[in-house]
């Protein structure tokens, strides 16, 4: 009932910046929690960055706190995560992903819907 678009993956240098969108069709998301996750070659998926609806819950993987942000523009079901200071250790496929329960959780199996992914490769 939801389907998850992402964009704005590529292939950076070590320091460089790129922001993903994840726009949502189907329904709103309204109420839902939005999250990106990452998967890098051989690794268990790993979260990223999650948002309740309201702002109120907003969560970060310990690595990216301060390089990372997340935002969501409800009205247009979009959710972002702007990247800045990229390192080798993001390259990953990113996947966004919406929890219907709208809480903030971390756990990829909370999630309901997923996208497809878009590759984000950094160089270094």
């Known amino acids: 009932q939801v389907q998850l678009e992402e964009s704005g993956g590529g292939l950076v240098q070590a320091g460089g910046s790129l922001r993903l969108s994840c726009v949502a069709s189907?329904?709103?998301?309204?109420?839902?929690?939005m999250g990106w996750f990452r998967q890098a070659p051989g690794k268990e998926r790993e979260f990223v960055a999650a948002?309740?609806?309201?702002?109120?819950?907003?969560m970060y993987l310990d690595s990216v706190k301060g390089r990372f942000t997340i935002s969501r523009d409800n009205a247009k079901n979009t959710v972002y995560l702007q990247m800045s200071n990229l390192k080798p250790e993001d390259t990953a496929v990113y996947y966004c992903?919406?929890?219907?329960?709208?809480?903030?959780?971390?756990?990829?199996?909370?999630?309901?819907?997923w996208g497809q992914g878009t590759q984000v490769t950094v160089s270094s």
């Open positions: 992903a919406a929890d219907r329960t709208g809480q903030g959780r971390i756990r990829a199996e909370s999630y309901d819907y």
């Open positions: 189907g329904r709103t998301f309204s109420g839902y929690t």
């Open positions: 948002k309740t609806w309201s702002g109120l819950s907003i």
